[in-house]
């Protein structure tokens, strides 16, 4: 099956401090989505970005599909950005994306103010 | 709308006993998923339907059966729990016109003892 990696494993910020993860994938896909899970352990969508760039306020991603990877950007980080960061993806097989998603080990983010 | 519910929050269970962990979504999307969650682990496909009636194994479905007879509803059965099976579900759906973004339920914390 398809590998999802992230990087880095953990990451410890000062409150206001930027950050990146990484995620590689090694197959091509045609649904990616960057997940933040918080202590609740509630899912929450960031962001739907199989390819391209997208923006939402201080979040945001890339992903550049023909070379397998993408990123998430969080700028002048908060406390409640704390949290495990996910990306998942499924594989392209034949254009059809039906949600079934494997995702990374996860990125673990612990902001102090 | 209320998007992806699921029930309990909670449950423990002794091994061998048997439950239907319950999912429903009104936002009239045709996939469904069912996903684990282990300790410092990403999420594990389990079992997926694209539709009423529609339903197939994913990456670690033993242990557990699923059956989709309305558009709204996807409960995943343990027909003997064993400890193996404590973990954290989450339950998922999107839509055949929404790309696949997949939006996801708050989970059941299960407790095998």
């Known amino acids: 099956g398809i590998q999802v990696e992230q990087s880095p494993p953990d990451l410890i910020l000062q409150e206001g401090a930027n950050s990146t993860l990484r995620c590689n994938f090694s197959?091509?896909?045609?649904?990616l989505q960057w997940f933040h899970q918080n202590p609740w352990g509630q899912l929450i969508n960031l962001f739907y970005?199989?390819?391209g760039t997208k923006q939402n306020g201080r979040l945001s991603a890339t992903t550049v599909a023909t070379e397998r990877y993408s990123l998430l950007y969080i700028s002048s980080s908060q406390t409640t950005d704390s949290g495990v960061y996910f990306c998942a993806v499924e594989k392209n097989a034949g254009g059809t994306s039906y949600g079934k998603l494997t995702f990374g080990q996860g990125t673990i983010l612990t902001v102090h103010p | 709308n209320a998007g992806v519910t699921q029930t309990p929050k909670f449950q423990v269970l002794k091994t061998g006993q048997s439950m239907t962990l319950q999912c429903a979504q009104d936002?009239?999307?045709?996939?469904m998923s069912w996903y684990r969650q282990d300790p410092g682990m990403g999420l594990r496909l389990i079992h997926y339907?694209?539709?009423?009636?529609i339903t197939d194994q994913g990456e670690v479905p033993n242990g557990y059966n699923v059956s989709r007879s309305t558009t709204e509803d996807f409960p995943l059965r343990l027909l003997s729990a064993a400890p193996s099976q404590t973990s954290v579900y989450f339950c998922?759906?999107?839509?055949?016109w929404g790309a696949g973004e997949q939006f996801f339920g708050p989970g059941t914390r299960l407790t095998v003892l």
């Open positions: 339907s694209v539709g009423a009636g």
């Open positions: 970005i199989p390819s």
């Open positions: 998922a759906s999107s839509g055949r």
């Open positions: 936002m009239n999307h045709e996939y």
């Open positions: 197959d091509s896909v045609n649904n």
